[in-house]
């Protein structure tokens, strides 16, 4: 039998279910649906097990909210290195990334071009991986290539007919299959 839990007498009062319902970041959510499971009568190593969590987690989850209250569970800011780029107002280095672009004959802007474009016009020292992470925060995709609508199933059950371009409804194969003459399930592929 679980050791009987204490817990603050307004712990009764929220609605954890419903809480996880409208929350919109996951780790939130999952700390409420916990709690939710701690009011059903389960006990911390249940929940732990439920929730793919450890158990110092949901520990940590119920002091936080004997603690602070339902602000205890929400996600706070996480420690680290500040952006360099944050002090910088990221509308003007988008609109000189996207100029930079505009004025380019032939061919396409390269990160180095990019990178040393922020060195000297910001004062910003990126190396190339976080250049590639800081353009992808501007939404600046440079990948917009179409991928190929072959079903990868077709792909799996019959590579030839996937290379040829057939559909894996026309193969003998798709024709035995039940899901593969469905119209949901084979979008694209006819």
């Known amino acids: 039998m679980p050791k009987r839990i204490q817990l603050p007498d307004d712990f009764y009062k929220h609605d954890f279910k419903q809480l996880a319902k409208i929350e919109k970041h996951p780790r939130t959510r999952i700390r409420f649906i916990g709690l939710?499971?701690?009011q059903n009568g389960k006990s911390y190593e249940q929940v732990a097990q439920y929730l793919l969590?450890?158990?110092?987690?949901?520990k940590q989850w119920v002091r936080h909210y004997k603690d602070e209250g339902i602000d205890g569970l929400k996600e706070k800011q996480r420690s680290g290195r500040p952006s360099k780029a944050r002090n910088q107002n990221h509308t003007k280095l988008l609109q000189s990334i996207l100029a930079m672009q505009n004025n380019k004959n032939g061919g396409r802007v390269r990160l180095k071009d990019i990178q040393n474009m922020l060195a000297k016009d910001f004062n910003i020292h990126y190396q190339n991986i976080n250049g590639v992470h800081y353009i992808r925060d501007l939404c600046i995709n440079?990948?917009?290539h179409q991928k190929p609508t072959f079903h990868p199933l077709g792909n799996f059950l019959n590579p030839t007919l996937?290379?040829?371009g057939q559909g894996l409804k026309k193969s003998p194969i798709g024709q035995k299959l039940d899901f593969a003459n469905h119209p949901y399930l084979c979008k694209g592929l006819y």
């Open 162 to 164: 996937a290379l040829l």
């Open 53 to 58: 969590q450890s158990l110092s987690a949901v």
């Open 142 to 144: 440079r990948n917009n």
């Open 36 to 38: 939710s499971h701690i």
